[in-house]
């Protein structure tokens, strides 16, 4: 069990520039979760994938924002055209379960925090 | 409206000191979990535990514990004979109808020697 693994962890990139962030989550996970955090406050929800499948994403995600999850392993998160407020850290997280269940606990990375300049 | 609060911004102990940290939730839904993390300065948040509404068992861990009240929405958590490697961040969160799971804004311990 190697966790859950995000690059970079850093990114520093100028207003209007896209980025993109990887989430390789724990290998035999179903579930990959994406949210972001800003300074003195929780996770935020912004989306989730069930395998490959986007199954839910958070008003937060604007149409800037797009996530990947191609073959139900590693996934992608990008924002065109970045604006100072998406500065924060972005944290994934991978859970292993069966069917519908919704009490699993979540294995989160160390995020990558990005600062739109 | 499915909201946590932490009311503690930040909590300063010292070593040996017991230290308890508060977290309320509302929910309509019948059903739910909730959960703490532990934000350490790496960054990575790492589960501590769950508990689904149906169980109001308190819960003890080592040097943790949890007492969760249904009739006052809460799910406090108490750190026993508190350790320098406590200091962190620790987060409520709850997790109810779909699978979006919300986080409380977080309380910073700080545990002095």
């Known amino acids: 069990d190697t966790g859950v693994s995000q690059n970079p962890r850093h990114k520093i990139t100028k207003r209007g520039q896209n980025v993109t962030f990887r989430c390789d989550p724990i290998?035999?996970?179903?579930?990959l979760y994406w949210y972001r955090q800003t300074l003195g406050q929780g996770p935020e929800f912004l989306t989730y994938?069930?395998?490959?499948?986007?199954?839910?994403k958070s008003r937060l995600l604007s149409d800037r924002f797009s996530a990947e999850r191609p073959k139900g392993s590693f996934s992608t998160l990008e924002i065109q055209r970045t604006e100072q407020g998406d500065s924060a850290m972005y944290l994934c997280?991978?859970?292993?379960?069966?069917?519908?269940?919704?009490?699993?606990?979540?294995?989160f990375g160390s995020g990558t925090q990005l600062s739109v300049l | 409206a499915q909201k946590v609060t932490q009311a503690q911004t930040e909590i300063s102990v010292v070593e040996k000191e017991d230290v308890t940290l508060d977290c309320v939730y509302e929910t309509r839904d019948t059903t739910y979990y909730l959960f703490w993390y532990k934000q350490p300065p790496s960054g990575e948040l790492v589960f501590l535990i769950r508990r689904n509404s149906f169980d109001e068992q308190n819960e003890i861990s080592g040097r943790y514990s949890w007492n969760f009240q249904k009739s006052t929405s809460s799910f406090n958590f108490t750190i026993t004979a508190s350790q320098v490697v406590d200091s962190a961040v620790y987060f409520c969160a709850l997790r109810f109808g779909g699978f979006k799971t919300i986080f409380g804004a977080g309380t910073r311990l700080f545990v002095k020697a």
């Open positions: 290998s035999e996970h179903n579930r």
């Open positions: 994938f069930q395998n490959e499948a986007q199954l839910e």
């Open positions: 997280a991978s859970s292993l379960t069966s069917g519908l269940s919704t009490n699993e606990k979540l294995f």
